[in-house]
């Protein structure tokens, strides 16, 4: 199940690497706040510093800001003044005339933490007395808070064991979502493995993913009622196949013998004996059909096994050219062998009796399909590795149907279709020795086989 860890790796990350952002995004919005704001009040006591250093005294004895920058610091404050120590007021800007009075201690002690009148109130000592900035009502929020040192040490030496703390306890609740995000579907992955691999599921259909296994489940009953029937149909087949070989053995037998002797007999006369060796040839044609309705059957339930051995491909292409010379089909016809470059040297693991009938076929079809005659070539030739035994033609080559249906296409009509039992044998053959096949016109019929490198015991 790589896949799915695979999914839950994905998921922990994403939930993690998104919670992280979410922290940093809150984090960001949260300075920004505060800078922008901040930046717009200049508010507090770092900024009424420099307000209360512009006061001086003149020769006259008042004291006084600086004029030319009053205006500018009065814009961020309600009001102002300047208390000496004894609580006289000794400046003052834009002062409610009910503030305006000597303050005792008591009361300059109550407003400079907290408000005077309502008016959060910013205080600054310099060389003349306190200065004492009111702000706007509802314009600042005062608090009145205070810090332990000893406990201010500890929390700042627990911030990195916090974050690791918060970061574990993060991981762990995404560890958490995706095993029960996953857990749900373990089992739908699992019964998809067992059905890729041929076998039945019967899943859990609770949690999260119950639809899915109940869909699963009944995908699951149909693929076995369909392989239960189709597993009878084929036994069937193979059955009857098998049977109607075995059933008309015996009556072709006696047909070919009766046409032998026919043939041979001295009293016969000349249209008897042709009559005769047609019904010989056709016979053998029946028998011919019947071995490759067999064969193919076989091959196609692996049912025949291969009995693979080093084959030499040069003394096999001629044991294969010379039967082909030998039988009645090849007599209107002129067989070239053809073996190019060191493949006539080269060894090959293949079943020497399928592989000859695949070319026999081959041979067969080209001499079948020409009857004005053609020349039919049987080549190899070893290119990079790679053996190629072709079989071709300078005949009318493959009908466009039959080389549709050789390329996987279905025929429209079943009655109709053409017969390609032989050609099919031979691309059998060769997918069953793990070799490619192709089938094209070129100059006529052209068939290539193509053997691996794996193939090959010497070159």
Known sequence: MKTLSLLIRRHVAAAFVIVLLVFAVNAAILLG????????????????????????????????????????????????????DDGEILWQRDLPLHLNHRYTSGQIAAFTRWYLD?????????????????????????????????????????????????????????????????????????????LADGGAVELDTGGMSGELAEKLNALSSRLAVQSAQLARRDSARTGWIAGVSHDIRTPLSLILGYAEQIGADPQANAVQKERAAAIARQSQRIRTLIEDL??????????????????????????????????????????????????????????????????????????????????????????DGRLTLCVSDDGAGYPQAVLRMLHGAQPQDELSAPHILGLHLVAQIARAHGASVAFLNQGGACCRIAFDTCALVHV
């Open 33 to 84: 706040v505060v800078v922008y704001y901040g930046s717009r009040q200049n508010t507090g006591p770092f900024q009424l510093s420099r307000f209360a250093a512009s006061f001086a005294q003149d020769a006259d004895g008042r004291i006084a800001p600086d004029e030319a920058q009053t205006d500018d610091w009065m814009a961020r404050y309600a009001f102002a003044m300047l208390l000496g």
């Open 294 to 383: 067999n064969l193919t059957s076989k091959l196609q339930y692996d049912a025949q096994p291969l009995r693979a051995h080093a084959l030499a491909v040069g003394p096999f292409l001629r044991q294969c050219a010379a039967d082909f010379v030998n039988s009645g089909p090849a007599d209107h016809c002129t067989l070239n062998l053809c073996v190019a470059g060191g493949a006539g040297q080269t060894q090959i693991v293949a079943d020497g009796a399928l592989l000859h009938r695949a070319l026999t076929n081959l041979l067969a079809n080209s001499a079948q399909h020409n009857p004005g005659g053609c020349t039919i070539t049987l080549s190899a030739s070893l290119e």
């Open 118 to 194: 309502d008016h959060p109130i910013f205080v600054y000592r310099n060389d003349f007395g306190l200065l004492v900035a009111g702000m706007p009502k509802g314009s600042v929020t005062r608090f009145d808070f205070y810090l332990d040192s000893a406990l201010l040490r500890t929390l700042l030496q627990l911030c990195l064991p916090l974050l690791i703390l918060d970061g574990a306890l993060i991981l762990a609740a995404c560890l958490l979502l995706s095993f029960r995000a996953a857990r749900g579907l373990l089992g739908v992955g699992q019964g998809i493995d067992a």
